[in-house]
Nanobody, 120 residues
């Protein structure tokens, strides 16, 4: 079974940038949708951005224009470039692979998460 491992989280000041990476142990080609989710303390996990195999993308409204999701089917990786970070972006970020509607995919595999903290 494919495993997902996230990296790239950390502590950054407001307005800063981070680039999250999700490395898959096997081919991601068969997963119709891959996405980045986040969960802040006391809140439900939410979909931040998602990408279909061949290019369609989805972004949650609060990150549009600031975050960019990139899917690398050759190197079996999923990236999330995060710019203009705000304190409200502070959360644990998870990579997931699955299928279904791009704005509400059904995850089949999860990574362990990487923490993003934005200081004010």
């Amino acid at each position: 079974q494919v495993q997902l491992v996230e990296s790239g989280g950390g502590l950054v000041q407001t307005g800063g940038s981070l680039r999250l990476s999700c490395a898959a142990s096997g081919s991601i080609f068969s997963f119709d949708v891959m996405g980045w989710y986040r969960q802040a303390p006391g809140k439900e996990r939410e979909l931040v951005a998602a990408s279909r195999t061949w290019g369609s993308r989805y972004y949650e409204d609060s990150v549009k224009g600031r975050f960019t999701i990139t899917r690398d089917n050759v190197n079996n990786a999923l990236l999330l470039q995060m710019n203009s970070l705000q304190p409200e972006d502070t959360a644990m970020y998870y990579c997931a692979a699955g299928s279904g509607a791009i704005q509400a995919p059904i995850p089949r595999i999860w990574g362990q998460g990487t923490q993003v903290t934005v200081s004010s």
